[in-house]
Nanobody, 121 residues
Framework: QVQLVESGGGLVQAGGSLRLSCAASGSIFSINIMAWYRQAPGKQRELVALVSSGGITNYADSVKGRFTISRDNAKNTVYLQMNSLKPEDTAVYYC???????????????WGQGTQVTVSS
Protein backbone atom coordinates (compact mmCIF):
# COMPACT_ATOMS: atom_id res chain seq x y z
CA GLN A 1 0.00 0.00 0.00
CA VAL A 2 0.95 3.61 -0.49
CA GLN A 3 0.22 6.52 1.82
CA LEU A 4 0.28 10.22 0.96
CA VAL A 5 0.60 12.70 3.82
CA GLU A 6 0.01 16.39 3.17
CA SER A 7 1.08 19.32 5.31
CA GLY A 8 1.39 23.08 5.14
CA GLY A 9 -2.19 24.28 4.94
CA GLY A 10 -3.59 27.02 7.10
CA LEU A 11 -5.11 30.48 7.28
CA VAL A 12 -3.47 33.36 5.43
CA GLN A 13 -4.46 36.85 4.38
CA ALA A 14 -5.00 37.73 0.75
CA GLY A 15 -1.68 38.39 -0.95
CA GLY A 16 0.15 36.01 1.35
CA SER A 17 1.94 32.75 0.65
CA LEU A 18 1.79 29.13 1.74
CA ARG A 19 3.80 26.05 0.82
CA LEU A 20 2.14 22.66 0.75
CA SER A 21 4.04 19.39 0.96
CA CYS A 22 2.95 15.85 0.20
CA ALA A 23 5.15 12.88 1.03
CA ALA A 24 4.51 9.43 -0.38
CA SER A 25 5.55 6.30 1.50
CA GLY A 26 4.97 2.57 1.43
CA SER A 27 5.31 0.15 -1.48
CA ILE A 28 6.87 2.44 -4.09
CA PHE A 29 8.83 1.24 -7.11
CA SER A 30 8.34 4.44 -9.11
CA ILE A 31 6.08 7.48 -9.17
CA ASN A 32 4.86 8.93 -12.44
CA ILE A 33 2.65 12.04 -12.31
CA MET A 34 2.28 13.90 -8.99
CA ALA A 35 -0.44 16.49 -8.79
CA TRP A 36 -2.37 18.88 -6.59
CA TYR A 37 -6.14 19.22 -6.74
CA ARG A 38 -8.50 21.39 -4.75
CA GLN A 39 -12.14 21.34 -3.82
CA ALA A 40 -14.03 24.38 -2.60
CA PRO A 41 -17.38 24.05 -0.78
CA GLY A 42 -20.15 23.21 -3.22
CA LYS A 43 -17.76 22.81 -6.14
CA GLN A 44 -16.19 19.89 -7.95
CA ARG A 45 -12.62 18.88 -7.31
CA GLU A 46 -10.34 20.54 -9.86
CA LEU A 47 -6.77 20.08 -10.99
CA VAL A 48 -4.45 22.82 -9.79
CA ALA A 49 -1.06 21.65 -11.06
CA LEU A 50 0.85 18.53 -11.99
CA VAL A 51 4.46 17.52 -12.49
CA SER A 52 5.86 14.52 -14.32
CA SER A 53 8.74 12.39 -13.10
CA GLY A 54 10.92 14.31 -15.53
CA GLY A 55 9.86 17.68 -14.20
CA ILE A 56 7.36 18.76 -16.84
CA THR A 57 4.66 20.90 -15.26
CA ASN A 58 1.16 22.03 -16.11
CA TYR A 59 -1.08 24.52 -14.31
CA ALA A 60 -4.70 25.56 -14.20
CA ASP A 61 -5.15 28.96 -15.80
CA SER A 62 -6.42 30.37 -12.51
CA VAL A 63 -3.08 29.78 -10.75
CA LYS A 64 -0.55 30.34 -13.53
CA GLY A 65 2.11 32.82 -12.47
CA ARG A 66 1.17 32.51 -8.77
CA PHE A 67 1.66 28.82 -7.91
CA THR A 68 4.71 26.64 -8.51
CA ILE A 69 4.73 22.86 -8.32
CA SER A 70 7.94 20.93 -7.76
CA ARG A 71 9.03 17.49 -6.61
CA ASP A 72 11.93 15.80 -4.91
CA ASN A 73 12.15 12.33 -6.41
CA ALA A 74 14.64 11.14 -3.80
CA LYS A 75 12.12 11.97 -1.08
CA ASN A 76 8.99 10.97 -3.03
CA THR A 77 7.62 14.40 -2.17
CA VAL A 78 5.72 17.00 -4.14
CA TYR A 79 5.41 20.66 -3.18
CA LEU A 80 3.08 23.49 -4.07
CA GLN A 81 4.36 27.00 -3.49
CA MET A 82 1.37 29.34 -3.48
CA ASN A 83 2.00 33.09 -3.73
CA SER A 84 -0.32 36.07 -4.12
CA LEU A 85 -3.14 34.06 -2.63
CA LYS A 86 -6.72 35.15 -3.22
CA PRO A 87 -9.91 34.39 -1.30
CA GLU A 88 -11.05 32.27 -4.24
CA ASP A 89 -8.09 29.95 -3.59
CA THR A 90 -9.81 28.84 -0.39
CA ALA A 91 -10.36 25.08 -0.61
CA VAL A 92 -9.24 21.70 0.63
CA TYR A 93 -6.10 20.81 -1.29
CA TYR A 94 -5.40 17.17 -2.13
CA CYS A 95 -2.30 15.59 -3.59
CA UNK A 96 -2.45 12.65 -5.96
CA UNK A 97 0.34 10.35 -7.06
CA UNK A 98 0.39 7.75 -9.80
CA UNK A 99 2.47 5.00 -8.24
CA UNK A 100 3.88 1.73 -9.51
CA UNK A 101 4.51 -0.57 -6.55
CA UNK A 102 6.62 -3.06 -8.50
CA UNK A 103 7.95 -3.45 -12.01
CA UNK A 104 5.27 -6.02 -12.90
CA UNK A 105 2.26 -4.14 -11.57
CA UNK A 106 0.27 -1.46 -13.31
CA UNK A 107 0.44 2.01 -11.73
CA UNK A 108 -2.40 3.16 -9.50
CA UNK A 109 -3.59 6.54 -8.32
CA UNK A 110 -3.39 7.34 -4.62
CA TRP A 111 -4.83 10.38 -2.83
CA GLY A 112 -3.83 12.24 0.29
CA GLN A 113 -6.30 13.12 3.03
CA GLY A 114 -6.44 16.80 2.13
CA THR A 115 -5.29 19.97 3.83
CA GLN A 116 -7.39 23.10 4.32
CA VAL A 117 -6.24 26.39 2.83
CA THR A 118 -8.23 29.46 3.84
CA VAL A 119 -7.48 32.89 2.41
CA SER A 120 -9.11 35.82 4.15
CA SER A 121 -9.90 39.07 2.39
Amino acid sequence: QVQLVESGGGLVQAGGSLRLSCAASGSIFSINIMAWYRQAPGKQRELVALVSSGGITNYADSVKGRFTISRDNAKNTVYLQMNSLKPEDTAVYYCKANVRSSSWLSPKDYWGQGTQVTVSS
